[in-house]
């Protein structure tokens, strides 16, 4: 099973970035899929959600800048970040979540860095 994040970077309050999570070694389609990030210092937050038939979640701190969506034919969930403010910057991991015999799945990326600033 591999979640490889790519598209993080540095950019300008008020600036967008597209987040890609490639997946592979699961039935992708059959997951939700969420991105979480985590601050220096803080705890993870979930920031939105994604579920296998295409319903969506995010947290307050995101609504209206942020969308989740995903391809289940290339197996690829993306985070589009409009708007961005310095308190976005995080480390923001991909996740893929399934209810399975009585128990969760969980599967994570590795991270990428977002850093939001002038």
């Known amino acids: 099973v591999q979640l490889v994040e790519s598209g993080g970077g540095l950019v300008q309050p008020g600036g967008s970035l597209r987040l890609s999570c490639a997946a592979s070694?699961?039935?992708?389609?059959?997951?939700?899929m969420t991105w979480v990030r985590q601050a220096p210092g803080k705890q993870r937050e979930l920031v939105a959600i994604i579920g296998s038939g295409g319903s969506t979640n995010y947290a307050d701190s995101v609504k209206g800048r942020f969308t989740i969506s995903r391809d289940n034919a290339k197996n690829t969930v993306y985070l589009q970040m409009n708007s961005l403010k310095p308190e976005d910057t995080a480390v923001y991991y991909c996740n893929a979540k399934s209810y399975y015999d009585g128990s969760w799945v969980n599967y994570w990326g590795q991270g990428t860095q977002v850093t939001v600033s002038s």
């Open positions: 070694g699961f039935t992708f389609s059959s997951y939700a």
